[in-house]
């Protein structure tokens, strides 16, 4: 199905934020709704911030706190500058008349909104992030209505956000769902252990293919002569004088800092005498 | 850089402090007031992403981002479960209001059930260079305000490198002695006996995140895109480097200078005492000469008058500085640490061509 409009791109930290309103709701709500910023580009609409609206719903009507989402707007335009209303959000699986009411309100702060659902009740088992533009259909001048119209939904990070991710995807395996921030050489530990997973993986699918259970996917075979050619070859000799300059460099800045530590640890007993 | 101070004076809130249990939270069981070095510490997933992408945004260049930390106390844990940013300081924002815009927002955010207990504030670093003399205003009155403060630092330069480096500060009570005292003399130092390293205590960081947020966490590794990047595992390093030994070496300098200053000090100081014995012994000299002659004793004079003893030259400076030449080293050794393992992967990669 070829979907027509603008990608949406939605970063991280608004899903984060918008489950942990969801967390928030007051009793008896439902849903939670709130206002989406960010910046929107030709082809695409970058979604980098959020904060909910308190509303009440219910049978026949529903009422948002529409002084709370100007000031809230206000305030958050004074830190970022660039960032404009460009839609809202709601958690739940469907989009039920009051979100059309919802949705005119805010076709009035900015044009052409879009509108996000989070499921957070996950209710096919997953969590659905779709993104919706409304449409007006039906026949001119007679009954007309909106149709929310799906959006292709993107996820992208800034390099920055990637590497917090990573951090925060490690919380998932966890029992206890906590992580410690880990330093120093268990860092690259873990990295160079990521890595040799990953050649685990590829030296078993080329033992299938040598032993002739898979067949051999040429794509995947220059990928790998690509990856052998990467180490680059250079003359033993040459490599030894770099490897040890570079730790030479490396051990002596590690000696000086040392120095600087004890002088000044000696500094402050000279003081303090 | 600006002064950021909790805010102080809003009565309907003012019920909001530690010790006192807070309406319409989550938990609002009564918090007893506990020592500090008794509180291990969490962080949620959200307030990392915010601060990640605050400083992303907002906070190109060598300008510091800073911004409030929300959350509870709860049992013995301190749990911070939101935050908000600040705006950066510009001239034409003359009668911006910080206060006023703290209040807004804290207000704001209890209509929406966010905890709007204040417990701390973050602050992005420039390679590390933190310890200065306003972080140290600005913890010490959130510290005094509010027992169980902490300031978070977000390193953006190292995190771009591979890994979150992200740091908890709290206040040492030594130094909060020092500090409510003002008394930053050699002497009074010496009393609380403070040294550079017990200046300020690193808490340990856990990220928890609750059931939701790890349904979330999966939902996204399946929808991701992006390619696993290593750069954690990146050979060139020397820019990073230099401009740490660059600081380091400013920091020493400025360092010098200081113990210059406390040198000339002391000099002067036995100097003075030198002459107040000379001046003392030929007084009474003197005074035994003239009663030979059965003359009347000159007066005693005041000594303290004639010689006013030379101003002892403030230490906060120069136990900041040395605080913050042990941080830069701290970090210097842990990058060098790191590099020389990644080189002899490299060697053992090289080995087998």
Request: overall charge negative; proline content about 4%; hydrophobic content about 35%.
């Amino acid at each position: 199905m070829s979907v027509f409009g603008p990608v949406v791109k939605i970063h991280p930290v608004v899903l984060a934020s918008i489950s942990d309103s969801y967390e928030r709701r007051n009793e008896g709500a439902s849903r939670v709704i709130g206002t989406l910023l960010g910046t929107i580009d030709k082809h695409s609409i970058e979604v980098t911030n959020c904060f909910s609206v308190p509303h009440n719903e219910s049978e026949d009507e529903v009422a948002v706190d529409m002084e709370f989402a100007k000031n809230m707007y206000e305030l958050h335009k004074r830190v970022s500058p660039t960032e404009v209303i460009i839609g809202w959000y709601a958690t739940g699986f469907d989009i039920t008349e009051h979100s059309v009411l919802i949705h005119e309100y805010y076709s009035r702060e900015a044009t052409n909104p879009i509108h996000l659902t989070v499921d957070t009740a996950l209710q096919s088992g997953k969590m659905n992030i779709r993104a919706y533009v409304s449409a007006q259909m039906g026949v001119p001048g007679k009954t007309v209505g909106v149709m929310f119209t799906p959006l292709t939904v993107k996820y992208i990070h800034y390099d920055t956000e990637r590497i917090g991710m990573d951090l925060l995807q490690r919380t998932r395996l966890a029992t206890t769902r906590t992580k410690g921030l880990t330093s120093d050489l268990s860092q690259v530990g873990g990295a160079a252990a990521r890595i040799q997973d990953m050649l685990t993986t590829v030296l078993a699918y080329i033992e299938d293919v040598l032993s002739g259970k898979v067949t051999a996917d040429n794509s995947v075979g220059r990928f790998l002569m690509d990856l052998v050619n990467k180490v680059p070859t250079i003359s033993a000799e040459d490599f030894e004088n770099m490897l040890n300059s570079n730790i030479n460099d490396l051990l002596m800045v590690t000696y000086l800092s040392n120095l600087t530590q004890a002088q000044i640890a000696l500094n402050e007993k000279l003081v303090l005498l | 850089m600006p002064h950021l101070e909790p805010w102080q004076n809003f009565s309907c809130l003012g019920a909001l402090r530690p010790g006192v249990p807070n309406p319409g939270l989550r938990d609002p069981h009564p918090v007893l007031s506990l020592s500090w070095s008794e509180l291990s510490f969490c962080l949620r997933s959200q307030v990392v992403l915010k601060i990640i992408k605050h400083y992303q945004e907002e906070g190109q260049g060598s300008e510091v981002v800073q911004g409030v930390l929300l959350g509870l106390v709860v049992d013995d844990r301190l749990e911070i479960t939101n935050c908000f940013p600040f705006p950066q300081h510009t001239e034409d924002d003359a009668d911006f209001d910080e206060v006023q815009y703290q209040m807004e927002m804290m207000r704001s955010l209890r209509h929406v059930n966010i905890d709007h207990l204040h417990v701390g504030w973050y602050q992005s670093t420039y390679y590390g260079s933190f310890v200065s003399r306003a972080l140290l205003d600005s913890q010490f009155s959130y510290q005094h305000a509010i027992e169980e403060s902490v300031v978070l630092i977000y390193d953006p330069i190292k995190t771009a490198q591979g890994s979150l480096s992200l740091k908890a500060y709290r206040l040492t009570p030594k130094l909060m002695e020092i500090c409510k005292e003002k008394d930053f003399t050699p002497e009074g130092l010496k009393k609380a006996s403070i040294g550079f390293e017990n200046m300020f205590e690193e808490v340990p960081i856990v990220i928890k995140n609750s059931h939701l947020i790890s349904v979330l966490m999966w939902e996204l590794e399946d929808k991701s895109t992006a390619a696993d990047k290593h750069e954690l595992l990146n050979l060139s390093s020397s820019n990073h480097l230099e401009k740490s030994l660059q600081l380091l070496m400013d920091r020493v300098d400025d360092l010098n200078q200081e113990i210059v200053k406390y040198n000339t000090y002391s000099r002067n100081l036995s100097k003075q005492q030198q002459q107040k014995h000379q001046y003392i012994q030929r007084r009474q000299q003197e005074n035994a000469q003239r009663q030979s002659r059965g003359e009347p004793p000159l007066p005693e004079e005041d000594i303290t008058k004639l010689f006013k003893p030379p101003q002892a030259p403030p230490r906060m400076d120069s136990l900041l500085i040395a605080g913050q030449i042990n941080n830069y080293c701290q970090n210097v050794k842990e990058f060098t640490s790191q590099n020389l393992g990644k080189l002899f992967m490299a060697e053992a990669l090289q080995g087998h061509n």
